[in-house]
């Protein structure tokens, strides 16, 4: 080990901090902008379709670049990747700040979103780097409790910070306080240690762009449409996405035939329950993101709250969440396995179904208290689903499929909340053009039900396709890591 190794190796728990620290931004920047998104609009304009774009513009390119970003690690060398993303995150998140206008910010959010997947996907390579053993297995288990508490900050961070309108900042500050944590995140990471693939794979643009292409034309006539008499025009570009997308699948297996770099690993839908999960995650993250954009919209837009009070709201959704999915990951999953990604998303259902009735018994104008006992419902299936969904979806793959297996589903992922914040996002602004916004937002409610039903269905294909999910003594996050040991 050369000197300059050894000395970035003794810095090593240092270094990780700085690389959970740009992961918590990731879910930060989602959330704080998701509760400031009323306020932006009431400065800058614009649309109803905007305000959905203030969050599509950061996740879609977040979502269809991140196996890109994690290629250029492999090429360029993964320290050298994380600190140009983190750069340009920073430098999109000041020109956020200072955009004059709707059609700006959203350019700039685009920028993020792609400064974004050039960061996260370096995380891993750069930990694995950095440690090992037992060390690997802790820095590794750290990233769950650093999310969740990322989780709990960000909209009340958002909240707190657009109501107090420090020196006039406003919305601004939800994406200024991206300044200290990047500059601390460019500070420390000199000390990583320089990171490249053992074999390094070529970038597959073809691939990427057919991606890109694909999901565009899904996503877009979707936004700020009236969801239930969607144009013909708008059935056109959904079809020709589709069209795109599996165009995008036979330009990935010719690849592979070929021996050519692929943008997805193709022998991982040899795996049928692979295919099953990656449907699962993108229903379950339409939910979850898509109800947290609505929840937050009906308080300030339908209810007259203020922001603080929008972004408090959510706390008992996120505080649940990550109290949850530490003890999902630490005792549930290793014990009980798979089964408790169905209880779950019961338990997440129950949380809905309990909003439902708040929201059907509040009065038009008052603030629904009850609201409260239903998110921490709702946050709880969250955070049982996630690790036992993740543990299971990675289990039956093999060693060399895991790192691509995990680009993927966080892709999707991403996409899953897109379409969230697009499709629900629609349905409560079509139910609040022609109706009252207390019956949206039940409709709305109504709708996440029905996704939910389509990822129970998904989630127990992956679990009768799979063998079973083998207790671990370690837990869950250990039982990942021996799939990529």
């Not at 685009?110 to 891993?124: C, E, F, L, R």
């Not at 297996?253 to 839908?269: D, H, I, N, P, Q």
Request: net charge neutral; glycine share 12%.
């Amino acid at each position: 080990m050369s000197e300059r190794v050894a000395a970035a190796y003794r810095w090593r728990w240092v270094a990780l901090a700085a690389l959970l620290l740009a992961e918590a931004m990731n879910l930060l920047d989602s959330t704080i902008v998701q509760v400031a998104t009323p306020a932006i609009r009431a400065d800058l304009g614009g649309s109803a379709a905007d305000m959905q774009w203030f969050s599509t513009a950061y996740t879609l390119p977040f979502a269809l670049l991140l196996i890109t970003g994690g290629r250029l690690g492999d090429i360029a060398g993964r320290r050298r990747v994380f600190r140009i993303g983190v750069t340009g995150f920073l430098s999109a998140s000041v020109a956020c700040a200072l955009a004059p206008s709707v059609g700006m910010l959203i350019g700039f959010r685009v920028v993020q979103g792609a400064a974004a997947a050039a960061v996260i996907p370096q995380t891993i390579g750069l930990i694995r780097a950095m440690f090992d053993g037992k060390e690997m297995s802790k820095a590794l288990g750290s990233i769950g409790p650093v999310m969740g508490l990322a989780a709990v900050c960000g909209p009340v961070l958002g909240g707190v910070l657009t109501h107090a309108d420090l020196f006039g900042s406003s919305w601004q500050a939800a994406f200024l306080v991206n300044v200290p944590l990047c500059a601390a995140v460019l500070a420390v990471a000199p000390i990583l240690i320089e990171d490249h693939a053992p074999a390094r794979p070529s970038l597959d643009p073809i691939g990427t762009a057919l991606a890109m292409l694909g999901t565009a034309l899904i996503v877009y006539p979707l936004i700020g449409a009236d969801t239930a008499h969607l144009s013909m025009g708008a059935w056109g570009a959904i079809g020709l996405g589709l069209a795109v997308v599996a165009g995008f699948g036979l330009h990935q297996r010719r690849s592979a035939g070929l021996g050519r770099s692929s943008l997805v690993e193709t022998s991982l839908f040899a795996h049928r329950a692979f295919p099953a999960a990656l449907v699962t995650s993108t229903l379950f993250f339409a939910v979850t993101t898509g109800l947290m954009f609505v929840v937050v919209l009906h308080l300030q837009l339908g209810l007259g709250t203020d922001v603080r009070t929008a972004g408090l709201t959510m706390v008992p959704w996120s505080v649940c969440l990550a109290v949850s999915s530490w003890v999902a990951g630490a005792y549930l999953v290793p014990r009980h396995g798979r089964r408790v990604m169905l209880v779950g998303l019961a338990t997440l259902a129950l949380g809905v179904l309990a909003a439902v009735a708040v929201y059907h018994a509040a009065g038009p104008t008052g603030y629904p208290t009850p609201l409260l006992g239903a998110l921490g419902v709702a946050g709880l299936g969250v955070g049982m689903f996630t690790p036992a969904f993740f543990t299971t979806a990675l289990e039956p793959l093999k060693p060399q499929e895991v790192g691509s297996a995990a680009g993927l589903l966080n892709a999707v992922q991403q996409l899953g909340a897109t379409l969230g914040v697009a499709v629900l996002g629609s349905v409560y602004f079509d139910g609040s053009r022609s109706g009252s916004p207390g019956g949206a937002v039940q409709v709305t409610f109504w709708v996440a039900g029905g996704l939910l039903v389509a990822s129970f269905l998904s989630t127990v294909l992956m679990t009768t396709v799979s063998p079973r999910l083998q207790d671990h003594p370690s837990g869950g996050k250990e039982a990942l890591l021996d799939l990529d040991s």
